[in-house]
């Protein structure tokens, strides 16, 4: 991308009247204007290699997603609900495509169907809200002015950064949600700074952009662990996509958006402590906080909670094997969990695979009676399991004052009371795929090859690790959005 900043046009017209200006000096004209400067020479070897592993992830993701039942009604509602010009590809589905906007939201739900999606710190699943949108966003564009994979690079960070910086706005963010879920808000926002990077919008434009896409955020926890958690991400990478159009197009909203006006909420509507602060236009240097904060990567479809009772219940199940020279859950007595408060992930009779996804009790329960957790522990006939069911039974929890609602400060602990008198205990601080313990760059692609195995040949799959791997080097970043 040159200094001129060209801007990429499509079927739609981006207007060059002028607009109203946010202020100078405020925190949304900062955003704006970081939005519109950035370049690809800020992204550093550790922002570039990280942010490849997210989009490589999500797209896993996103292709196994695309067999779940949520996926197919998604996809049906879109296809038979609406009449437009299809450009845009849809996950797992060769041949079948939609409007952009449309596109955008069936990849973001498939993206969280599972709940397999990558999650960052303050809590969001960052990669699903943007990176549908991108996707469909390059396949809109004329060939005369397709993006490459280093625009559509800087555009996937852009709105990363913008997410992480709405994040750091309230110590709220910092733990794990009550209110709303924070995909649907910051990652809404984060879709509109992404889209409006790659069709290279005005300063002014990209201001409008965010106030347009505040005011389509927001989903209550309330529907975590149902069929419509998902809808969550595919709104957000959608309406921000939409955010980013409609400003194009020359509509207007406060261009005082994330700043804190006393009597007239705008952004801090969402957080009742709220301290926004500038983003820094890019200079000779800039250091992305994807640079200071690595990314969770999941190894199994589940809540990220889930990944320390699993650990947990796996370290002291290999114990009690020692112990007892196999696994007889005859010989327990009581399943003591100790676990973070957190409402909508406390769960200890899961009926559907979405509440089961959000169970402390059943991720412990399955970890102890099968030795893992993966796909297969969320179909029906798994979690009705008697066997399953038994364990369930038993299980107690506790709420340790030290073990707070925290990704960055929680703990799981699983013991094992047996009738013997005897106690077991499995501890996990840290989970393999935590950022304090990275996904090494071998498992990273032994996740997505499986996830992708289920939709696509294994040439696909190699050409998409290839292409994402040397995504800097694309002269034509709609490749990507065609190869899926």
Aim: charged share 15%; proline share 6%.
């Amino acid at each position: 991308m040159n200094s001129a900043q060209p801007q990429h046009t499509a079927g739609f017209h981006i207007t060059t009247l002028p607009l109203l200006c946010a202020p100078e000096d405020t925190v949304t004209s900062s955003f704006a204007s970081f939005i519109r400067a950035v370049r690809p020479e800020h992204l550093s070897p550790t922002v570039r290699q990280r942010s490849k592993r997210m989009i490589l992830d999500s797209i896993g993701v996103g292709l196994v997603g695309s067999t779940t039942r949520v996926f197919d009604i998604a996809l049906r509602y879109c296809r038979e609900m609406y009449s437009s010009v299809a450009v845009s590809s849809v996950y797992g589905k060769p041949g079948v495509k939609l409007s952009p906007t449309l596109a955008a939201f069936t990849n973001g739900v498939a993206t969280h169907s599972m709940d397999f999606d990558d999650t960052w710190h303050p809590a969001t699943h960052p990669s699903g809200a943007i990176l549908p949108a991108l996707l469909a966003a390059s396949q809109m564009l004329p060939s005369n002015t397709k993006p490459n994979g280093l625009d559509f690079l800087l555009a996937f960070n852009v709105g990363l950064e913008v997410q992480g910086r709405l994040m750091h706005f309230s110590t709220e963010a910092h733990d794990i949600p009550k209110r709303f879920h924070p995909p649907s808000v910051v990652g809404t926002l984060g879709s509109a700074a992404a889209t409006a990077k790659l069709l290279s919008l005005s300063s002014a434009q990209c201001c409008h952009a965010l106030g347009i896409a505040a005011s389509l955020a927001g989903a209550p926890m309330a529907n975590a662990a149902t069929q419509a958690k998902p809808l969550h991400v595919g709104n957000a990478t959608r309406l921000g996509l939409e955010a980013a159009l409609l400003a194009g197009q020359g509509m207007e909203a406060n261009p005082l958006i994330l700043d804190d006006i006393p009597g007239c909420s705008g952004f801090s509507a969402f957080y009742s402590v709220y301290q926004p602060k500038p983003l820094s236009v890019p200079g000779e240097h800039h250091e992305f906080l994807l640079e200071k904060q690595d990314i969770a990567f999941k190894r199994f479809p589940a809540h990220l909670g889930m990944h320390w009772v699993v650990d947990a219940a796996l370290s002291v199940r290999n114990l009690f094997i020692n112990y007892a020279g196999s696994f007889s859950p005859s010989l327990i007595r009581t399943i003591m969990l100790k676990i973070p408060v957190s409402k909508y992930i406390n769960r200890p009779f899961p009926s559907s695979e979405h509440q089961a996804r959000h169970s402390f009790q059943f991720n412990a329960c399955a970890a102890l009676l099968d030795g893992e957790v993966g796909l297969g522990s969320f179909s029906e006939s798994s979690i009705h399991r008697q066997e399953l069911r038994e364990l369930l039974d038993k299980v107690v929890v506790e709420h340790p004052e030290d073990n707070v609602a925290n990704f960055d400060k929680m703990y799981g602990e699983v013991a094992l009371l047996l009738h013997s008198g005897d106690i077991l205990t499995g501890k996990c601080d840290t989970f393999y795929g935590h950022w304090r313990k990275p996904l090494s760059k071998e498992s990273l692609l032994k996740k997505f090859r499986s996830n992708a195995s289920h939709v696509l040949p294994e040439e696909k799959i190699e050409a998409i690790i290839t292409m994402v791997d040397n995504l800097e080097n694309l002269s034509d970043s709609s490749q990507l959005a065609c190869s899926l």
